[in-house]
């Protein structure tokens, strides 16, 4: 089995700063895992050691049982793919196609297995009519999934998404769901960064949340809102379906609207 495994990992930046300490986490593949906790939680340090774009201070990153201390980045990325907040921090090439095409090519991927995955990825991303479009010229929520396309094509085990609902309306996040219930089905693991706690209550059985550098829960999502001192300690607000979830009494395991609807409504009918 495929995994992440992140022993006692530590990261300071240059000049002192510590933004982790002592954090062990372990990973599947097939996982969804939100990572949540406020801005300098360490979320996004954590998220970008998984993907090698930094490297520990201290303590062992492994991943499929090797020390990614003895991987490049460029190989870590083949299979830890990382999708930026801002796409246009990752978008370079001139048409959308290229873009996906860029990291295969650099790889050396036969074209008949270059132009699958290329087509695979863009329809999964809903961006085949896209293909030859200049993807600057796309509005932000569409470069966002050239991005996310651009990472899929590259069939990774993994797949990180940093703040992947800024920007995107209703629709868009519901084709955000889709891609990523489209990897998961594919067996991949998606780990998102998130301040969107209805994203990550609708969307991740597993959540972690971090708080000053460390990890203070790793749990179910139910076990993860239910936890007042938790959510305190991270400060992290609890979102107004929990809150009307507990004013109703209602199982901890129901956080969503619809799911308390139906549960008051099967409780009336059996008052009645």
């Known amino acids: 089995m495929t995994m992440i495994n992140c022993d006692h990992v530590e990261y300071c930046y240059p000049g002192g700063t ?14 969804c895992v939100a990572l949540i906790g406020q801005n300098g939680a360490g979320k996004s340090t954590l998220s970008k050691l998984l993907n090698g774009l930094i490297r520990p201070t201290s303590g062992t990153i492994y991943l499929e049982g090797q020390d990614t201390s003895n991987y490049r980045t460029d190989e870590i990325a083949q299979r830890i793919g990382y999708v930026f907040q801002n796409p246009d921090d990752q978008i370079f090439s001139k048409t959308v196609h290229e873009e ?34 200049n993807p600057l010229d796309l509005p932000l929520a569409q470069r966002k999934f050239v991005a996310i396309a651009a990472v899929l094509a590259m069939d990774p085990n993994y797949v990180i998404l940093d703040e992947p609902t800024a920007g995107l309306d209703e629709l868009g996040r519901a084709d955000l769901v889709a891609i990523m219930q489209w ?15 209805r994203f990550v209550i609708e969307n991740f059985p597993r959540v972690v949340v971090m708080s000053q550098g460390t990890i203070i829960s790793d749990n179910s999502v139910a ?28 199982p901890k395991e129901l956080l969503q609207m619809d799911q308390i609807f139906n549960w008051y409504k099967d409780f009336l009918d059996r008052k009645s």
């Open 223 to 250: 076990d993860a809102f239910s936890n007042d001192q938790v959510l305190a300690e991270a400060k992290l607000t609890v979102p107004p379906a929990v809150q009307i979830s507990r004013h109703a009494g209602a």
């Open 100 to 133: 996906c095409e860029y990291a295969l090519k650099r790889l050396g991927v036969e074209q008949t297995e270059r132009e699958g995955r290329i087509t695979q990825a863009l329809s999964v991303c809903n961006l085949l009519e896209e293909a030859e479009t």
């Open 18 to 31: 510590r933004a982790l300490t002592g954090v062990s986490l372990k990973i599947e593949c097939g996982e």
């Open 183 to 197: 990897a998961s089905n594919a067996g991949k693991s998606v780990i998102a960064v998130s301040h969107d706690m």
